[in-house]
Structure formats: C-alpha cells, structure tokens
C-alpha cells in the first residue's frame, strides 16, 4: 500500500471584499473613549476651557479697534495676528495648562505600563531558561533599568503619590512652556510674568490642603499620605482611635466654624493691604482693578494725588506748596472757594481753627483742623444739599453702590440658573431665594464702600480728632490716620455674605494682596532667588491642586472645584450629578401668568 502524496496547500490570495467589509463594519464610536477621564478628552475640554478664557480677553482689546477703526486696516489686521499666535502657539497659556493636566495623567498611566511589562518581562520562565536570550535582553533593558526601578519603587507609593510626582513632572514642562519668550502686545519678544498665576495657584493649593485636614475623614488623610500602600498594619489596639471622631457632629461644627471665621479674617487682612494700596500704591495691584474701584468709589484723582502727597511730606497743612494747585482746583470745581483747598489756609490743628473756618465762610467744623469734609462727601450730596453732613453722605454713597452692586450681582446669580435650568427662573422656590442672595451681595458690596467713608470721617471729623486737638491733621489724613481706620474697618463687612460665599470672596482677594506685600523687585522677576522660589511655588502648588482634583475633591471648593471638575470628569462629576438629581426631585411651581422675567448681563468682576 503506497503511502499517501503530500496534500500541497496552494497559497490563497485575501479576499478584498472581505477586508473592505471590515474595514466597513468598524464603528467609529469605539475609537473614541467612553471613560470621561480618558487623557484626549481631558485635553480637550482643558484646552477648550483655557482659550476661551485666554483668548477672549486678549482679543477684546483687537475686536474694538477694528469696530472704532482708529489705525489702518493692516495695522489691525496684524495685531490681530500677533495676539492668535501669541495664545494659540505652543508657549500660549492655554497649550501650557494642557500639557500641564494631560500631561500629569498620560505620565501616570505610561509610567504604571512601563512597570508592569518590565515585571512580566523579567517574570517571564521561556527568557529564564534561554540564557542567550536572556542575556541579550539585559543588555537592552539597560537604559530601561532606572524607569523600571523608579516604577517598582512607586509600586509601594499610593495612587496619590503616583499621580502627585507625575504632575510635578508635568507641570514643570509646562512652566518652561509659559516662561519662555513670547510676543508681546507691541510685537517684540520678552518672557511672560507668570507672578499672578504663581500666587493663584498657591492660594487655592494652601486652602485646599487646609479643607483637607479641616473636613476629610482621619482614615482618607491617612491613606492619602501613606509612604507606602502596601505597608502592613501592625498588631494591636488600632491608631484609629487616638484621632479625632469626625464623625462626631460637634467636631464638625467646630471645625466648619473655625473655617468660615478663617474665611472672613483673610477677607478682612486682604481688604485692608488692597484699600491702603489703592490709595497710596496703586502700582501694585492689578490696573483693572484699581479702575473698577475707582468706579466704584467715585474719588476723583486730583484727591488721590493729594493724599499721597501728604504721605511723602510734599503737602502739609500750614505751609505752602508746588502742588497747592491740586485742590484749589478740585475745590472749584466742586461750587467751592479755592482757598478751601489751600494748605497755606488751612488750620492743621483743631486748636484755634473756628476762626480760620468762620473767615472760610465752612460751617459745622469747630474745634478739628485738616481739609473740610464737604470736599470728601460725594458730588450727589452736593446737589441735594447734604454735602456738610458726614451721615448723609455715607447713606447716598450706600444708596448708589447698591444700586451699582444690583447690576453686578443679579447675573451672578441667575446667570447658573439660566444655564443649568433656564425654565427654574420662572419658579418661586429659585427664583425667590436668588433674588434674596444678590440682595444680601450687594449689601455686602455697599456696607463695603459706605463703611470705609464713615470711618474715616469718624477719625478725621466726628470723633478722633475732636478727642485730640493738638494733634496735627496731617495725622488724620495721612497714611497712618483716616485711611488705615477705613482699610481696617470696611473688611467686616464680610460677615452680611453668605458663608459658602466668604471662602470665594477670600481667595478672589487673596492672591492680590499677597502680591501687594510682596518687594517689587520679586515681583519684577530680575530676582534670581525670587525667580527660582517662584518656580518651585508654581510646580508645586499645581501639582497638588491636579492631585487633590482626583484623588480628594471635596477638598477643593469654589471656582477651583468647579474648574478641575469639569476638565477631570466633564458632566459626570459628583457634584453636579448630586445637583441634577436635586433639581429633579424638587416639586415645581405653577407659573403666573403675571411673572416677569429678568433680565441680565454677564458681569466678571467678583
């Protein structure tokens, strides 16, 4: 019996139609992520969200000149070039915080990969019993040696710790990005300030890792800052109980008490360092800024040039000056005689100024000296014919902030409800206690202003200085007299906010104020020390915000939360799923036939 022949296997050619039908049934759907944390959509919602906050103010500017037309069309059209270049490039603020977020969680998930196949790969019995192989593969992993034993080594560290060191990283090529030479709004090249984003990221990181201790329970705290999660817990009574009982509800209280008390004494400090220097060094703080409280206070500038006059000596009372002319014309100005700007006229003492004032023809300031109150008093007062009363004035200056303050905080807070649920506006249950929170903000806002006014003419008029008339006026009204009662005092006003609104109001400020503390030659970045602290505060405080933001949100709060939510988890946060559900559980209420809607405006400014 003969054996079989060989069966030959004739080579097939692929069936075209069967790949195209492939390639066909692929659904697009699968190539995208369904995880919301998924590094591309991280990256495109941070991306997003940073350019339209960066790219919206820079071309605002741009947008009007080419509506006003006051340059030439390639003048315009070319700025308008620089500032997409400027924000759009790989040194923009925008592309920077992306690689900064991204960046931290791509590493993080790269590094975890990298350890895990150098252990399969090592673990592997077919490379073991091939010396050869073996070998050769130790050869090669050589350079790969130092990633696989700082990836074991972060094998034993918590996920917190993973993710805080990959951040680091992440955000130090992102400050590299940002400091690097970019064009400026003139054209030219010169390294970008990142002073403020320094101090706004250090402000939020502090207060979170204070909420942090403050409300996280004492077993989360210790998970999160393990040196090693694999580490065995020894034997005996637990460490559990030498902690405090947060789930204690006094302990709670305590500690949330501690928090908005906290909140209003920083909001107090920082008030008073910004009020002192919008007063006397405006240079440090934000120029925008300075504007919208010189808006707000309607104090006109001849007033503030004169205040800092006294300060430096240049202006005093009793004596004549080169810059006299200040307030002789201010006083004009205002319906009055020339000569009650005068500082050669003027008594600096309360003693024996009633006749000086009864020649000056200025009722109602017996016994004080210094400059006379109808001059500081608002220009509303004077048509009313208030001007010569301190009270009258604080109520008209309460009055018109309020009403300045109404238009800020109405779209505060119906600008969310509009967006989340634009028909709730409509219904009494919202609609109701949003009005009632953007009356007690405006408040605030008011008392803020009116308060400062009142003390200071309580110092300088209606009480100190007629206590001690043998003290020059030059006391009063210097740096050190009127304008530090008023910083001191308007801060207080802080206590008619909400509680949940203090903490936001506080970290609006804080940075701000932090600067203005700060020597200008810090702040100007020629500091070589100053310089290098800077960079280390900013990677740092970055990176904590990026690590707390996903591993500890509840320790953020405010717009911080807010932000790092959205960027981290998009629409599927906690909070904003807990809010949802609260908003469809909440009964609705008819709507009246004779409601109204309001109207609002987009106001950024608090």
């Known amino acids: ?62 947008a009007l000149t080419l509506v006003n037309r006051s ?28 690689v900064a977020i991204c960046g931290g969680i791509a590493l993080k998930h790269l590094l975890e990969a990298i350890g895990v196949h150098n252990v399969d790969k090592q673990d592997d019995p077919e490379v073991r019993q091939q010396p050869v192989m073996a070998s050769t593969f130790q050869r090669r992993a050589t350079a790969r040696s130092l990633a696989a034993q700082a990836c074991s080594g972060m094998s034993n560290s918590t996920p917190s710790q993973k993710a805080f060191l990959s951040n680091i990283l992440s955000s130090t090529i ?8 970019r064009l400026s709004k003139a054209g030219s090249r010169q390294p970008f300030s990142t002073v403020g984003l320094t101090l706004l990221f250090f402000c939020r990181a502090t207060d979170a890792i204070m909420q942090h201790f403050l409300f996280v329970p004492s077993a989360r705290k210790a998970d999160l800052f393990n040196i090693s999660a694999n580490r065995s817990k020894p034997a005996g009574p637990s460490t559990d109980l030498l902690l405090p009982a947060e789930d204690n509800g006094k302990t709670k209280k305590y500690h949330r ?12 400090a920082c008030s008073a360092r910004i009020m002192w220097c919008f007063f006397y060094q405006p240079h440090r703080l934000p120029p925008s800024y300075v504007k919208w409280i010189s808006s ?50 003027l008594p600096a003492c309360g003693t024996g100024a009633d006749m000086v004032w009864k020649a000056l023809g200025v009722p109602g300031r017996g016994g004080v000296g210094g400059l006379p109150c109808e001059l500081l008093h608002s220009r509303v007062t004077t048509r009313w014919g208030l001007d010569n009363s301190c009270l009258a004035n604080v109520g008209v200056r309460f009055s018109l902030a309020f009403i300045e303050a109404m238009a800020l905080y109405l779209p505060v807070h119906f600008l969310p409800l509009l967006f989340t649920r634009p028909s709730s506006i409509f219904q009494r249950h919202r609609a109701i206690p949003a009005l009632l929170a953007a009356i007690r903000s405006a408040t605030f ?38 304008i530090l009662v008023g910083s001191l005092t308007c801060g207080w006003s802080i206590l008619i906010e909400n509680t949940r609104r203090r903490g936001e109001m506080a970290l609006y400020v804080l940075p701000r104020a932090v600067k203005a503390f700060l020597p200008a030659k810090w702040t100007a ?81 608090l």
């Not at 998924?38 to 071309?59: E, N, W």
């Not at 006059?309 to 004009?332: D, F, N, P």
């Not at 009116?450 to 007629?466: E, P």
């Not at 500091?527 to 290098?532: D, K, N, Q, T």
């Open 445 to 482: 806002l008011s008392t803020f202003l009116s308060s400062y006014f009142f003390a200071a003419c309580l110092t300088r008029t209606l009480v100190l200085a007629k206590l001690f008339p043998w003290i020059p006026h030059d006391v009063w009204d210097g740096p050190y007299g009127s």
């Open 174 to 181: 992102a400050l590299f990005l940002l400091q690097r030479t």
């Open 296 to 345: 707000l206070a309607n104090v006109d500038k001849r007033l503030l040039d004169a205040l800092r006059l006294m300060r430096s000596k240049e202006w005093v009372y009793g004596h004549s000056s080169s810059h006299s002319h200040l307030l002789m014309s201010y006083a004009k100005d205002r319906g009055y005689p020339s000569s009650w700007g005068n500082p050669h006229v």
């Open 257 to 268: 008490s501690i928090a908005v008390w906290l909140d209003a004494v920083v909001f107090w």
């Open 1 to 62: 019996m003969s054996a079989p022949s060989p069966r030959v296997i004739e080579p097939t050619e692929p069936d075209s139609d069967h790949s195209k039908t492939s390639w066909r049934n692929i659904n697009l759907k699968n190539l995208w992520p369904d995880d919301p944390s998924h590094p591309v959509k991280v990256a495109l919602r941070t991306y997003s969200l940073s350019l339209s906050l960066s790219l919206g103010p820079a071309l605002l500017p741009v």
């Open 71 to 98: 340059s030439s069309l390639e003048t315009r059209l070319g700025s308008f070039r620089r500032v997409l270049r400027r924000e759009v490039g790989l040194t923009g603020f925008p592309f920077a915080i992306t």
């Open 525 to 605: 970045g020629n500091h070589p020390g100053a310089r290098l602290a800077e960079r280390i505060v900013f990677v740092l405080s970055l990176a904590s915000l990026l690590t707390l933001a996903v591993h500890e949100p509840e320790s953020l709060r405010g717009l911080s939360r807010w932000t790092l939510a959205f960027v981290m988890k998009g629409s599927n946060a906690e909070f904003w799923k807990k809010r949802k559900e609260q908003i469809e559980t909440c009964p609705q209420t008819p709507i009246s036939p004779s409601s109204n809607s309001i109207s609002t405006q987009s106001v950024d400014r």
